[in-house]
């Protein structure tokens, strides 16, 4: 069963810092493309930040230079595990949200679109106050 779970949201004021963790099992294979993605209340959903396993990132807007994402598979265990995470600095009121983890389809090798990725976790909160 692919299990998608995020960790490391919270309360933190502007300027901060937090760091989104997001650990993926259950995969048959290793997931080439991993991102994150946020939704505001009121707003549609958007990219944050995707990387793939040739380490090519790519960001929103809103988020570069201020954010970096990684990835880290383990090949250890006999389904695919993986840790993502997102370093976000330099927090802004903006930035609060729900934050989720994807990985995209098998075969996919890169997109920042969120109807390419197919598993998706429950999500964690972040929220930036002044």
């Known amino acids: 069963q692919v299990r998608l779970v995020e960790s490391g949201g919270g309360s933190v004021q502007a300027g901060g810092s937090l760091t989104l963790s997001c650990a993926a099992s259950?995969?048959?294979?290793?997931?080439?493309?991993m991102g994150w993605f946020r939704q505001a209340p009121g707003k549609e959903r958007e990219v944050v930040a995707v990387i793939n396993d040739r380490r090519n990132t790519g960001y929103g807007d809103s988020v570069k230079t201020r954010f970096t994402i990684s990835k880290e598979n383990d090949y250890t265990k006999e389904n695919a595990n993986t840790i993502l995470s997102l370093q976000m600095n330099s927090l802004k009121v903006e930035d609060t949200a729900m934050y989720y983890c994807a990985a995209a389809g098998k075969g996919v090798r890169w997109s920042m679109r969120a109807t390419d990725f197919s598993d998706w976790g429950q999500g964690t909160q972040v929220t930036v106050s002044t």
């Open positions: 259950g995969f048959s294979y290793t997931p080439y493309v």
